[in-house]
């Protein structure tokens, strides 16, 4: 089955150290977003990626860092610089040159830093 | 600027009420228009969607027309269940972005008790 995978599901990590988070797709597509869902909020827009080895700033990029060094692949590092980065993290991903570009979503990562 | 605009939450309903949860956008031209559903600590799930005028989008028994003399997008069911209780996001896609970046609305918690 097609899909996208994000792992783990519950990540916990101490203040001050990065994390890496992990988004995987198998369904071809060409563009890949990280949103950040804090409790009770919408969705946020960290970081998207359009094609392969390029990648645009969100809006609260900050913090932040990403790669796509492969189609299937954008993962998402939270850094030391993220000044508060419990959340639910989201990622999705969409065809680029099929309307209307609805995106599809992982089951989201849950980040703790304590 | 581009926008979505839901109704505040929590909506709480009986089993077997009727739902609408309202949605306003602000964006020119024609945007895209979508529904998702996010259930507790999952991603959230493409609920339907309409691209241009008088379009009407309906899965699983939820409906929403596309208004542009309104600007508008809400969201019903004739009937609800227990298994409805989730967030709704309504988003679109601006008509001219070269991306298939979304904005969002912040979100409608529905209850249903039985």
């Known amino acids: 089955d097609g899909g996208i995978t994000q792992s783990p599901k519950y990540l916990f990590r101490k203040e001050g150290q990065n994390v890496t988070l992990s988004c995987e797709q198998n369904?071809?597509?060409?563009?890949m977003y990280w949103y950040r869902q804090d409790p009770g909020q919408g969705l946020r827009l960290i970081y998207y990626?359009?094609?392969?080895?390029?990648?645009q700033k969100g809006d609260i990029a900050e913090g932040y860092s990403v790669s796509r060094e492969k189609k299937e692949s954008f993962p998402l590092t939270v850094t030391s610089a993220q000044k508060n980065p419990t959340a639910f993290y989201l990622c999705?991903?969409?065809?680029?040159?099929?309307?209307?570009?609805?995106?599809?979503f992982g089951p989201g990562t849950r980040l703790t830093v304590t | 600027g581009n926008s979505v605009t839901q109704m505040e939450g929590p909506v709480t309903l009986s089993e077997e009420a009727f739902l609408t949860i309202n949605c306003t956008y602000t964006a020119t031209g024609y945007p895209s228009l979508f529904w998702y559903v996010q259930y507790p600590g999952e991603g959230l799930q493409l609920l339907l969607k309409?691209?241009?005028?008088?379009d009407k989008g309906s899965n699983k028994g939820f409906e929403a027309t596309y208004r542009k003399e309104t600007t508008s997008f809400h969201l019903e069911k004739g009937s609800v269940q227990v298994s409805d209780s989730a967030v709704y996001f309504c988003?679109?896609?601006?008509?001219?972005?070269?991306?298939?970046?979304?904005?969002f609305g912040q979100g409608t918690t529905l209850q249903v008790k039985p």
């Open positions: 990626s359009q094609i392969v080895n390029d990648f």
């Open positions: 309409a691209t241009k005028a008088d």
């Open positions: 369904l071809n597509h060409d563009a």
């Open positions: 999705a991903s969409s065809i680029e040159d099929r309307f209307p570009y609805e995106q599809y």
């Open positions: 988003a679109l896609r601006p008509y001219s972005s070269n991306t298939g970046k979304l904005i």
